[in-house]
């Protein structure tokens, strides 16, 4: 008796083969040296994600900062478009978004803070007045990556940061 071989079998086989062999992994949790975080200062667009992404790589937000091993200022954003072509009409083409977060944070053993951080982001996109709500929606979606790529890069700089030791007031009495 012959078995037949579904011929979709070998274009994953191939698939998983060339995934593999690229040194493709999924991306997973952020690897943190410290167990809970402080959050203080303005309250972002990203605020939501940010304390999201904390919570799902099991990093508790404390109330209080004598409870963190690690404290993070939130400073501000600054969203901006800017007009980067004009057609020969004078008419605009193409333009170019900036995301800017500042934070910085602190080990809350220290009395001093860490150097002001800064993320850019930026996207351009072609712009035409006779498809003005889909590529309002495309503005949209590109201000959402801006937002999620600062998150995933504030995670990489957190996750430099030695664990701190908590305060005398929670340390276990010896």
Partial sequence: ??????????????CATI??????????????????IYIQG???TISKDLKKTLTVNDITIVSSPEKAELMLELISESPEKRILSLSGKGVVSEYELFYRVHFRVRDPSS????AVQTIEERR??????TQLLA?????????N???ADAVREIMRRLSVHKAGT??????PNS
Wanted: net charge negative.
């Fill in 135 to 143: 590529k309002e929606g495309e503005e949209l979606r590109l201000n």
């Fill in 42 to 44: 303005a309250t972002l």
């Fill in 111 to 114: 009395e001093t803070w860490e």
């Fill in 19 to 36: 995934l593999t062999a690229c040194g493709f992994q999924l991306r997973g949790v952020a690897d943190l040296s410290f167990h809970n």
């Fill in 166 to 171: 908590p305060r005398a007031a929670e340390q």
């Fill in 145 to 147: 990556d801006m937002h």
């Fill in 124 to 129: 351009d996109y072609s712009f035409d007045n």
């Fill in 1 to 14: 008796m012959k078995t037949l071989i579904y011929p979709g079998f070998y274009v994953l086989l191939l």
